[in-house]
C-alpha cells in the first residue's frame, strides 16, 4: 500500500498562492488515481480536485475550478495541488488520497480511495 505525505500548507494573505505536494512511497505510483480533498473545521470533508494515473485527466469542484490546478509527475512519485486566488473559505486542512485504478478516476467520495495522507493545514486570511 501507498504511503502519502503532504507538504506545502501555511498561512497566505487572501488573493495569494501555494502550491500543494503530495509525495508517494511504498507503491507503483503510475498505477494510482490521486485525489486532494480538504477539511475545514466542523465540516464533512469534501472533494477538491482528482487526476488520472497519466495526469492527462482531471476534474475539479466547482467551488476551485479556474483557481486550483492539480498535476503529477510520476518520475518523482509526487502529485500537485496549485492553488491560486485564495480566499479566506479555501482554509481547511488538505489531503491527498490515491486508489489503484488506471481505468477510473476523479471520484469525489472519500471511501473510494485506500490510502491518505496526513493532511496539511492552509490558512487563508482576509
Known amino acids: 500500500q501507498v504511503q502519502l505525505v503532504e507538504s506545502g500548507g501555511g498561512l497566505v494573505q487572501a488573493g495569494g498562492s501555494l502550491r500543494l505536494s503530495c509525495a508517494a512511497s511504498?507503491?507503483?505510483?503510475?498505477?494510482?488515481?490521486m485525489g486532494w480533498f480538504r477539511q475545514a473545521p466542523e465540516k464533512d470533508r469534501e472533494f477538491v480536485a482528482g487526476?488520472?494515473?497519466?495526469?492527462?485527466?482531471?476534474s475539479y469542484a466547482d467551488s476551485v475550478k479556474g483557481r486550483f490546478t492539480t498535476s503529477r509527475d510520476n518520475a518523482k512519485k509526487t502529485v500537485y495541488l496549485q492553488k491560486n486566488s485564495l480566499e479566506p473559505e479555501d482554509t481547511a486542512v488538505y489531503y491527498c488520497?490515491?486508489?489503484?485504478?488506471?481505468?477510473?478516476?476523479?471520484?469525489?467520495?472519500?471511501?473510494?480511495?485506500?490510502?491518505w495522507g496526513q493532511g496539511t493545514q492552509v490558512t487563508v486570511s482576509s
Open positions: 487526476i488520472n494515473w497519466s495526469g492527462g485527466r482531471t
Open positions: 511504498g507503491g507503483t505510483f503510475s498505477m494510482y488515481a
Open positions: 488520497a490515491a486508489r489503484v485504478d488506471q481505468r477510473t478516476w476523479g471520484s469525489e467520495a472519500p471511501d473510494w480511495y485506500d490510502s
